[in-house]
């Protein structure tokens, strides 16, 4: 169903409804459509936690089984059950149960009906109850169209605030709220800048449009570029802002980019760079791989300054920095990687490895570049010692700095 406070049902569903028991819906559900259920009829509220909710439904189908009744439950949903709706929470938590669907259009298609949008490239993202991640990825790879589900965290201004933190400024934001209803339905169309200090009313969701032929400037090159630049493929040196301005103190792009390759990244899902310094891998590992969750560690204070500059420098949300010593943080709350490396070490790089193997992915990887002799030794002695693989190294001269050698090992 929709937000209507008369609502359409066909016929079918009508006939299901006037036979029905027992009801279930958000208590929004039950203040629309309590004038069409029978008398006697038994509600179930869907509220959080939706634990308590589906023991109810199992109370309802043991009482239809002891009864020898032949019933079902009626659930009313907004929109489409199956579009992020509780029609998937009902498979998974009822896998045996068979379902009759009546479907409504969901919101997103209900607002790109309002405006006449062709909305079979859009780019569907749920913040409703759901982290940043997708959102984030939607903004990473350019897409040139973006459908946001919302919740009453994620609103039109928190998420065009998150757009304009991180540069993503080239969209057009059309708001629909409550849509469905004709006394309250309401569509905007506004920038980020002035999305981020609007009053919307829930419920809402929005649709993201580029501009087409505007341009902005460019930050790799300060010049004037197509308002959607193309992602960086390694990213120059000189454009990072560097710890105490040490340009040195940076993982170069050609070594960052062979870097990137020897972890896989790719294939890989969990990403831990360790000893991140000015952020370059993190940033360039989040930009290229924009699925990856990437959690980032560095010793210095200051690294953490230095991760949200570089970060919204170059457009790159969601990297989770943490600052303190690695060998005395808690790894307990961050998601277990399967591609690790370690940039920086402060002449503990064994013990370094002996904590990043107690989390690593059974199918992970440790990457770390040597620039001496000692670290090398110190690298293979560490991955001796706790029983993990060498493979063969890639050996690179840059320049006027010393040879490299990148280094990787794995459980098996």
Partial sequence: MDDNRSPFFPPEALAQIRKGKVFSGGIRHK??????????????????PLERVFSRYEEIFTRFEETATDDSIIVFASGDPLFFGFANTIKRKL??????????????????????????DIRTVSLTGRPWQEFDRA???????????TDREHTPATIAARMLEYGYSHYTLYIGE???NPEKERIRRMTPQEAVSGDFEHPNCLLLDSHPGQCRTNSLHGSEAPD????????????FAHLDGRARMITKAPIRLLTLQALELNRRRVFWDIGFCTGSVSIEARLQFPHLAVISFEIRPEGKELMDTNSR??????????????????????ARPDAVFIGGHGGHLEEMIEKVKQVL??????????????????????????????HPSTHIALNEYNPIEIMKATLS
């Avoid at 203040?31 to 959080?48: D, F, K, Q, Y």
């Avoid at 903004?139 to 589900?149: N, V």
């Avoid at 959607?228 to 454009?239: A, L, M």
């Fill in 139 to 149: 903004l990473i790879e350019r897409a040139p169209k973006i459908g946001i589900l």
């Fill in 228 to 239: 959607f630049p193309v992602r960086p493929f390694g990213i120059p040196d000189e454009e």
């Fill in 31 to 48: 203040e629309i459509v309590g004038p069409l259920l029978p008398a006697g009829a038994e509600w179930i509220s869907i509220t959080v």
């Fill in 361 to 390: 992915h059974p199918e992970g990887c440790i990457v770390f570049n040597s620039v001496s002799a000692e670290s090398k030794e110190a690298f293979c002695r560490g991955i001796e010692r706790n029983g993990m693989v060498l």
């Fill in 178 to 180: 409550h849509l469905g």
């Fill in 95 to 120: 896998p045996e149960a068979d379902i009759l669907l009546y479907p409504a259009f969901n919101s997103l298609q209900t607002l790109a009906h309002r405006l006449v949008m062709p909305y079979d």
């Fill in 313 to 334: 420098r170059f457009g790159a949300p969601g990297i989770t920095a943490i600052t303190g010593d690695f060998l005395h943080t808690d790894l307990t709350p961050f």
